[in-house]
């Protein structure tokens, strides 16, 4: 029955969205209420499924699919269930620092490995710095060849609804690492001022002899744990803050803004596909990365992530899955977070290609080497800006203002920032769930399954 109700399902929704799009193109003319009619009961096979299912991927999956239909049959429903989405936000955010504070005291203090910890550190700085980079050049190569911007018509008065952000300095990006208080950071959600102060307070920790230090570890380690569970029990309600916020997403935009800004759409969406065959692939290939056990273990922390437009939601139940996936916590407490940071390939692709959409919608017409310029100053501006919602807002504006582009188009990019949001923020997660396999490899200690250790 489970393998039977999925084809139903498939078939079902595969029925209602041909009709919706004969319909939509006027190849054929049907009538408003069949098409409500058809579209709810493949989502009630969809839901039957689902419940056969027993997988909170699938609830994710299918909410996702139950909140789209809302937005489009009762907008003005929709857009009020986004409390729903902000309350599982909320509360996944609650999780983040605890959780990253406890598992990497205890990754640290508790191996007393202080050598490792530097090794991995430069190990992953290089790895972040060469695939984000390359990231950026694809965005600029993808923007230059699709002229996404050109002949766009600027709207008046746009700037107005735009918040000024002055340019980032050299200096800027370095005091942004580090924490005052790490209560102000917790607050900001800094992640990686939160990082910082738990790689400091481990190594600190493991200076001491063993009486001094164990009680703190014990604590951490218990600290790591309960987190863990409480990020279980904040997943239960995962399917309904997912559908919620797509529900808001289609409710207050409407899909009828695909249609007049597709080509921008197509051009990151298609730039970030070709990132991911051309860059994140042939690397999980030359690791020798069980491919199906990657892609079943990240399968919900991106879904959590396009829906919610936050790699920080996303963040513990990928670390949580990237340890059943065979690397060691002490790794994965490291490596993922600093890649919040340091690692956003989605975001400095998205960045390069938005950057060079602005200038061409203003008719400014850039030289290579001042693309160039504009890509390594991006390098600099995109790291140490924490993976949340909107964050790449603001590096655009300060790019913008650096470059002396005008920020009117970048009203024409909000119109979709959200949809845009989606796809670079899933493969931001997609890329930081790679790069702690990676580091484990280099590091000799991956372990397929949780079994035996993979040749380094």
């Not at 980032?168 to 580090?178: A, K, P």
């Not at 298609?270 to 690397?283: D, G, Y």
Request: proline share 4%; with cysteine.
């Amino acid at each position: 029955m489970k393998s039977k109700s999925g084809w139903y399902a498939l078939f079902g929704m595969g029925v209602a969205a041909l009709l919706a799009v004969l319909n939509h193109y006027g190849w054929v003319s049907i009538n408003p209420g069949i098409l409500l009619i058809t579209r709810w009961i493949a989502i009630s096979g969809l839901i039957y499924y689902a419940i056969f299912k027993k997988s909170l991927t699938t609830w994710i999956l299918a909410s996702m699919v139950i909140g789209a239909a809302l937005g489009h049959d009762v907008p003005e429903v929709a857009v009020e269930l986004r409390v729903l989405s902000q309350i599982f936000l909320k509360m996944i955010k609650t999780i983040i620092a605890p959780l990253l504070f406890g598992t990497l005291v205890v990754g640290i203090a508790g191996h007393s490995h202080l050598k490792q910890i530097g090794r991995m550190g430069w190990k992953s700085l290089l790895y972040f710095e060469v695939v984000t980079t390359v990231a950026l050049f694809i965005g600029l190569i993808a923007i230059n060849i699709s002229k996404a911007g050109v002949g766009i018509k600027m709207p008046a008065g746009a700037h107005e609804e735009l918040p000024k952000v002055a340019p980032q300095s050299m200096t800027d990006v370095i005091l942004h690492v580090f924490p005052e208080n790490i209560a102000k950071s917790i607050v900001d959600g800094q992640v990686l001022q939160i990082v910082v102060f738990s790689i400091i307070f481990g190594i600190a920790l493991a200076m001491l002899n063993e009486k001094q230090r164990k009680p703190m570890l014990s604590f951490a380690e218990g600290l790591s744990d309960v987190m863990f569970k409480f990020t279980n029990i904040i997943m239960y309600f995962a399917p309904i803050g997912v559908g919620a916020a797509i529900a808001y997403t289609v409710g207050h935009m409407g899909l009828g803004i695909l249609v007049n800004l597709f080509h921008l759409l197509a051009t990151l969406y298609v730039a970030l596909i070709v990132f991911i065959l051309v860059v994140l692939f042939p690397i999980a290939l030359i690791i020798k990365l069980p491919i199906k056990k990657f892609i079943k273990a990240i399968s919900e922390p991106v879904s959590i992530a396009f829906a919610t437009t936050s790699s920080e939601a996303a963040l513990p139940r990928a670390m949580e899955a990237m340890e059943k996936l065979g690397v060691p916590r002490k790794i994965v407490a490291f490596v993922m977070p600093t890649g919040y940071s340091f690692n956003l390939d989605g975001t400095t692709l998205y960045l390069s290609l938005a950057s060079v959409f602005v200038a061409q919608a203003a008719g400014i017409d850039l030289t290579w080497e001042q693309q160039l310029l504009m890509v390594f100053t991006l390098m600099l501006t995109s790291k140490g800006v924490a993976g949340v919602p909107r964050a790449s807002l603001v590096i655009l504006l300060g790019t913008a203002s650096s470059f002396g582009l005008p920020v009117e188009p970048i009203f024409i990019i909000l119109g979709i920032d959200e949809l845009m949001d989606m796809a670079r923020t899933s493969v931001n997660v997609i890329g930081n769930c790679l790069a702690t396999v990676v580091i484990a490899k280099w590091e000799g200690e991956f372990k397929e399954g949780g079994d035996e250790p993979a040749v380094a």
